[in-house]
């Protein structure tokens, strides 16, 4: 399972900056928004277009937020509805 380490670091950072108030998160990349479609295995493929790249777990962010007492909001569409672009939307307050 990969996790989003340099981002779970930034919103932990930004979030230990902002320690009087709440702060949201938008995040949009080529990822996954919800648990079940981390189960395929082809979950994790990785694209090579001149450069590599992985989609984003944005469902591990989402749990990094409720973990801190937040709360994660995201579209409905799995990666399959959307066809080829497979892009996701999320955000995330804490």
Sequence with gaps: L???TGSARLMA????????????FIASDKGYVHEFELLDAEAFSMSQE???SLMVNLHALELLARAWGGFGMK???TVV???DTCLATAAFVV
């Design 2 to 4: 990969l996790l989003p």
């Design 13 to 24: 950072a930004l979030r230990d900056f902002t320690r009087h108030g709440s702060i949201m």
């Design 50 to 52: 001149g450069s590599f």
């Design 75 to 77: 579209l409905s569409q």
């Design 81 to 83: 509805e959307q066809g």
